[in-house]
């Protein structure tokens, strides 16, 4: 058997590894990455797998191949050599996508500049809360305070080492004044700020509503440096790091996050899909959107179909399709027609790289101490990805919404959709 794509060579590294074992007529396949195994049988014209893989595709995965490599080369230890040499394994030709990379570095070298000054004009229109009657210091601004906060989660800094880049703002006309360390605390700290992130968030990701009309759904999680308390630990319970888990929808094609949500560490998936496809129908065309199998459910089906789009979802292996109406109309086009099903279903792997985005380029951590700083940090980090995603649009894809000048100009500009 030659390998002729990526699971043929995969099965190889599996057998080499030396590690099947065969128990009452079935294999005990290992994975690849982690502990544990896989229950593979290859008897009969139906070979079965526990992976995810083999229970998606209904084909043959690489536990299933890796068995059957297994099979013949433990069968070859008691047969003559062949007579003649065969040949070695070829590398199958990784996939690789066009970049353009004139366009990018333009876009990645002057990214900060343009990032302050859409910022600023994104922040433009928060309304400043109501004054004090009894008097005393006035506040920072609510649009400074917004600007500071995500810059500073975009720098990366902590807020003193901020300092120069909250001057520099304030040099370049971004805010009215520079301000303390902090100040910019207490506008993370802020649980007034947390509404408009969410409003920022929003209105960042219009300029792309004319590109982005498949979108991809799933959650992931920012530690914490919080954990569960000592007298937690002391009456059985391990110590565990605190996380944040945001529910995010994002684009296909440019990864920008149309709504964002966040709940309890421990929420069920599911039940967030029908309000962040709301939202991002607010603003979007939404004509389809991808997710696992934690978002299988009759209500989401209908939650997309409502908004004029179809949810491409994975099914579980007990599902049968049996509830009847839209879910299983999509459970028999998932089962006669998996190949094609499985193309709209494997955009969700977008939604991944939008999470792998975010966290390499702003942290995988939220620095905060409170539960509302943490959640506005993890909220500033979509912003910042929003923004940073329409400067790439904007020389990679040659995007120009009405009212934006020269991106080469000293000042960028964007009308931003108000406040509402």
């Known amino acids: 058997m030659q390998p002729t794509d990526a699971r043929h060579l995969k099965a190889r590294i599996i057998v080499a590894g030396g590690r099947i074992t065969q128990v009452n007529g079935s294999f005990h396949v290992p994975r690849q990455s982690g502990a544990g195994c896989y229950r593979v049988t290859i008897d009969g014209l139906f070979p079965t797998c526990s992976c995810d893989d083999h229970d998606l595709t209904g084909g043959e995965c690489k536990h299933i191949l890796a068995a059957r490599l297994w099979v013949v080369e433990k069968g070859s230890e008691t047969q003559p050599a062949p007579a003649e040499p065969v040949a070695p394994p070829t590398t199958p030709k990784r996939k690789t996508y066009v970049q353009d990379w004139p366009n990018y570095n333009l876009a990645q070298n002057r990214e900060k500049d343009h990032f302050q000054d859409l910022l600023a004009d994104l922040c433009q229109p928060i309304p400043d809360p109501a004054r004090n009657p009894k008097g005393g210091r006035p506040t920072v601004p609510a649009r400074d305070a917004a600007f500071f906060a995500i810059f500073k989660v975009y720098c990366g800094f902590s807020a003193r080492r901020f300092a120069c880049d909250v001057q520099s703002a304030h040099d370049r006309g971004c805010v009215s004044a520079p301000v303390s360390h902090n100040s910019v605390l207490k506008a993370l700290e802020s649980p007034a700020l947390t509404p408009h992130l969410h409003d920022l968030i929003r209105r960042s990701a219009a300029p792309l509503a004319a590109v982005e009309q498949d979108f991809a759904v799933d959650s992931s999680g920012f530690c914490t440096n919080s954990y569960t308390r000592w007298f937690d630990v002391k009456y059985g319970q391990k110590e565990l790091q605190q996380w944040v888990k945001p529910h995010i929808v994002t684009g296909v094609r440019t990864n920008v996050v149309t709504a964002v949500e966040i709940h309890d560490k421990r929420k ?3 039940n967030v899909l029908p ?3 709301q939202t991002t129908a607010k603003t979007f065309t939404v004509r389809e959107v991808s997710a696992d199998k934690a978002y299988t459910a009759t209500a989401n089906f209908e939650a997309v179909e409502k908004h004029g789009g179809t949810l ?3 099914f ?9 109406g839209l ?3 999509m459970y028999h086009l998932f089962s006669l027609n998996r190949e094609d099903y499985l193309t709209h279903y494997h955009k969700r792997s ?3 790289s939008t999470f792998s985005a975010v966290k390499r380029k702003f942290g995988e951590m939220v620095r905060s101490k409170t539960e509302t700083a943490q959640t506005n940090e993890v909220l500033c980090k979509f912003v910042c990805q929003n923004v940073t995603c329409l400067i790439s649009a904007m ?3 040659g995007i120009t919404p009405p009212g934006w000048s020269d991106v080469a100009g000293d000042r960028a500009v964007i009308p931003f959709p108000g406040v509402g």
Do not use: F, H, I
Not at 317 to 323: E, L, Q, Y
């Open 327 to 329: 879910y299983q109309k």
């Open 350 to 352: 977008n939604v991944e």
């Open 268 to 270: 069920n998936d599911c």
């Open 275 to 277: 309000s962040l496809v």
């Open 395 to 397: 020389y990679e894809l």
């Open 312 to 314: 491409y979802a994975a």
């Open 316 to 324: 579980k292996n007990n599902s049968t399709g049996g509830v009847g």
